[in-house]
């Protein structure tokens, strides 16, 4: 689905969490300066609310949505 929509998976990944109002930070791993680096552009980058749309009408669901979000179900 990000493909779809010209986007790195490592950057929804880190930018999805952040769709929950709930969560005001998301800590991404690092042990060079250049995974910081890629780390902060991965955070930055453009997604389109497409992105998002597809996703929350998919089986992943919006978080911190009662339901089909995995945030219900593991929390």
Known sequence: M???HGVE?????????LLDPRVVA???G?????????????LTADIP???WDDL???????PGRRGRSC?????
Request: glycine share 4%; hydrophobic share 50%; proline share 7%.
């Open 30 to 42: 690092a042990t060079t300066p250049a995974q910081v680096h890629q780390n902060l552009a991965r």
């Open 56 to 62: 929350i009408s998919s089986t992943i669901g919006a």
């Open 71 to 75: 945030w219900s179900r593991c929390g």
């Open 9 to 17: 998976l490592p950057a929804a990944a880190l930018r999805y969490p």
């Open 49 to 51: 609310a497409a992105l």
């Open 2 to 4: 990000c493909r779809a």
């Open 26 to 28: 998301v800590v991404a």
